[in-house]
């Protein structure tokens, strides 16, 4: 079983920046692929960013070029860093392990 927990979420002035963490436990870590998604009020969960065992990445339209996963094996950890943030951005975003694990979410609002 692997947990993961979120960290980093709050509030943002539009044009702001903010950084996910997401924490899992377990050994298996560096061999799955890990993502990101969100949910808006109202709305369905979205995929947001992803990132392989390899390093390969994708991201949604409405998120690239502003938006950066990345991960840290050495510490279980991935990470989405989020720049110019738009008031449509604000949503709980969670993170996704090996199409498996889910976390808890972390609550991000832009607004001015």
């Known amino acids: 079983q692997v947990q993961l927990v979120e960290s980093g979420g709050g509030l943002v002035q539009p044009g702001g920046s903010l950084t996910l963490s997401c924490a899992a436990s377990?050994?298996?870590?560096?061999?799955?692929?890990v993502g990101w998604y969100r949910q808006a009020p109202g709305k369905e969960r979205e995929f947001v960013a992803r990132?392989?065992?390899?390093?390969?990445?994708n991201y949604a339209d409405s998120v690239k070029g502003r938006f950066t996963i990345s991960r840290d094996n050495a510490k279980n950890t991935a990470y989405l860093q989020m720049n110019k943030l738009k008031p449509e951005d604000t949503a709980v975003y969670y993170c996704?392990?090996?199409?498996?694990?889910w976390g808890q979410g972390t609550q991000v609002t832009v607004s001015s």
């Open positions: 996704e392990f090996a199409y498996t694990y």
């Open positions: 377990g050994s298996i870590f560096s061999s799955k692929t």
């Open positions: 990132m392989t065992a390899g390093g390969v990445t």
